[in-house]
């Protein structure tokens, strides 16, 4: 069973051009959360999506950032008009189920750098 | 609000020895686990070990175990016979379980360094 992946691995932008980043949970995992870890700084939860929906969006900046996990296909989490300080390492992680019963640990992909020059 | 303290950020210890990282927490709820994990240098965040809140006893994963104290809030991670491959960066992370949503919320990290 593949772990979690996320590409690209590295990214760079130019100020104001849009980034793509791409989750891919675990085999038979449908809820996906992604963190953002800004330099020699811990990660920060920004968004938890189930299949198609949003369930907590707490920790998004209200502008520029959005994300999605369709039906079909990989978790997106969308940058739009990058700026430097978008620059950071963004991790996504995958559970099977909600809740905090054991086998409920959320399972984290390699990150996603991204570079704004 | 629920929050997660790493209160050094940087420690040293001889191979072999015994090294301790701490980390205290806060939250309201009854029912949360806590991690740790390691970041090496690639950045892989790797699950070293975890805790439910509702055990009374200490979790141990091979070298590595925990002193959790949940009247204090706190939640150490031991280190025996330390190894040149524990250096690494690492988070203390607390998850909640009654509020609707299972976000992580991480520590700012300890930075070990592993002396031969």
């Known amino acids: 069973n593949a772990g979690v992946m996320q590409n690209p691995r590295h990214l760079v932008r130019r100020r104001g051009q849009e980034a793509r980043l791409r989750c891919s949970p675990m085999k038979g995992h449908s809820h996906v959360y992604w963190y953002r870890q800004l330099p020699e700084e811990g990660l920060k939860f920004m968004v938890y999506l189930q299949k198609e929906n949003i369930i907590d969006e707490s920790g998004m900046p209200k502008e520029r950032f959005s994300a999605e996990f369709p039906k079909e296909g990989p978790s997106i989490l969308r940058i739009q008009q990058v700026v430097r300080g978008d620059s950071a390492a963004y991790f996504c992680?995958?559970?099977?189920?909600?809740?905090?019963?054991?086998?409920?640990?959320?399972?984290f992909g390699p990150g996603t750098r991204l570079t704004v020059l | 609000a629920q929050t997660v303290t790493q209160s050094q950020p940087e420690m040293s210890v001889q191979e072999a020895e015994t090294v301790t990282l701490s980390c205290t927490y806060d939250t309201s709820e009854s029912d949360y686990y806590l991690f740790w994990y390691k970041q090496p240098p690639s950045r892989q965040m790797i699950l070293v070990i975890r805790q439910e809140a509702y055990k009374q006893q200490n979790a141990t994963e091979n070298r590595f175990s925990v002193n959790f104290q949940k009247a204090a809030k706190s939640f150490s991670l031991k280190i025996s016979d330390s190894q040149l491959g524990d250096a690494a960066m690492y988070f203390c992370a607390l998850r909640g379980g009654t509020s609707g949503t299972y976000k992580y919320i991480f520590g700012t990290g300890t930075r070990l360094k592993v002396l031969a």
């Open positions: 992680a995958s559970s099977p189920n909600a809740g905090t019963g054991e086998g409920n640990e959320q399972f």
